[in-house]
């Protein structure tokens, strides 16, 4: 038998910038602390209203994910396209049967991409037909890509990790609750070092929140030794950390330190 492993997941395009810098008429200095990014700038003038302290902060959160979606395709040549639809269709009727073994509701497979085109050399034609599935039981990932092969999937891929519509809004708030903490924390130390007292907050505002999948898009297969023989296949997926990351912008007001 195979042994099938997917690879270990990453998440790309995180980062924790954690690096303050102030550009003001006041003077110039900056503050390393966690999650906060961007410039601070503050004016002093004879109107209050026109003094200010702006913050760019960023703050993140990291969780298991609860859920799981996957592309899983067939794919067929023939001499001719109606060949080639008639196989499509027949093992995607197979894949399907193999999601209802699953117990996968049919609400949580999509019908993806769907092909049929001459082959490059000119000899006959070439077809693939792909779906969507999402899991809410991340831990059955490796269970579903074993028992889709074994129904004839062709290609397993663009395994990806994430959250859940309420997961999602819950740590969406989680991550700028922390944006927000950073913004707090980098006015006061400007203002500390300044010698001026923060009055209260004069505007807010969201740059982005983003959710950052753990995806892998490939496996590889491996020959099991001899003592493995005639035991089941098993894939095994190191799921990793989802990301939810929010950026913040904040103005404060400051005046004179009593």
Known sequence: MDRRQFLAMSA??????????????????????????GSITGSATGDSAGRTIEVSANGEVETEPDEARLRIGVEATGESADEVET????????????????????????????????ERDGNGYQGAHSFQVRLEAVDRTGE?????????ADDVGRVSFGLSDEKRA????DALDHALENADEEAQHIAANRGVSITGTKSVST??????PVRADGYAVAEADDSAAGATPRTQIDTGYVTVSASVEVVYGFEDAG
């Open 12 to 37: 790309a395009g995180v980062t924790a910038a954690t690096a303050g810098c102030l550009e003001t008429a006041l003077g110039s200095d900056s503050n390393d602390g966690p999650a906060t990014e």
């Open 170 to 173: 819950e740590l969406r708030g």
């Open 144 to 152: 579903v890509i074993d028992a889709v092969t074994a129904a004839g």
């Open 87 to 118: 196989e499509l269709a027949e093992r995607a009727d197979d894949l399907r049967e193999a999601f209802d073994e699953l117990e996968i509701p049919d609400d949580d497979v999509e019908s993806g991409r769907y092909t049929i085109r001459p």
């Open 207 to 212: 740059r982005n929140v983003d959710v950052v």
